[in-house]
């Protein structure tokens, strides 16, 4: 199956310091999206990005889905940004529509 | 975004009962939904997927008779974990989409983390 790497594993950062999460998957995809998900469990949705860039505040993401490859970055980090970053993409090839996610990238905001 | 509720977010129980985890979509019609398991420390493993009024289709290694799911409607689709044992313990979280348009992204419940003692 579609292999998604994300790296650093990682992280950690001291406030105000800006970052770049990287994301590698294996075969072609239908859809990319990245996840935050808090200490309590919760995934927050932060970008459906399966080509080109987007931004969200301090927060932006590019894919470029030729190259397999897709970064989340982050600017002017804030303690509350701490958590782990999920990537995760649905693979073009399997049936089902799944969602496959990464490994993860932890980080930790120093104040 | 769309809003998908899990329900209860905590629960613990004894060795040898069963426990079941709702998932409902509050906003949209999902006509499919995953569930996925979480251990400490790790990534979200994909468990099922379910599409309204059909069998779900369980990952390899998955015991289908273990991990019972339900999708009766469009907004809702339960898991049961039955005959629960402490190797069962896991934050469980289900996730759906609607897959009647095109290119749809996948929206999260908040989770349960089961504990069986």
């Known amino acids: 199956g579609i292999q998604v790497e994300q790296s650093p594993p990682d992280l950690i950062l001291q406030e105000g310091a800006n970052s770049t999460l990287r994301c590698n998957f294996s075969d072609s995809v239908n859809n990319l999206q990245w996840f935050h998900q808090n200490p309590w469990g919760q995934l927050i949705n932060l970008f459906y990005i399966p080509s080109g860039t987007k931004q969200n505040g301090r927060l932006s993401a590019t894919t470029v889905a030729t190259e397999r490859y897709s970064l989340l970055y982050i600017s002017s980090s804030q303690t509350t940004d701490s958590g782990v970053y999920f990537c995760a993409v649905e693979p073009r090839n399997t049936g089902g529509f799944k969602t496959i996610f990464g490994a993860g990238t932890r980080l930790f905001v120093k104040a | 975004g769309a809003v998908v509720s899990q329900h209860p977010s905590r629960v613990i129980c004894k060795s040898g009962t069963s426990v079941k985890i709702e998932c409902r979509s509050l906003?949209?019609?999902?006509?499919?939904m995953f569930w996925y398991r979480q251990f400490p420390k790790q990534s979200l493993m994909l468990m099922a997927t379910s599409n309204e009024g059909s069998k779900a289709t369980y990952e390899q290694g998955v015991e289908k008779d273990k991990f019972l799911i339900n999708h009766a409607s469009l907004t809702l689709s339960t898991l049961t974990v039955t005959s629960a044992h402490p190797e069962d313990s896991s934050f469980y979280i289900c996730s759906a989409r609607d897959l009647k348009g095109y290119d749809t992204e996948a929206f999260f419940g908040q989770g349960t983390r089961l504990t069986v003692v």
């Open positions: 906003d949209f019609q999902a006509t499919t």
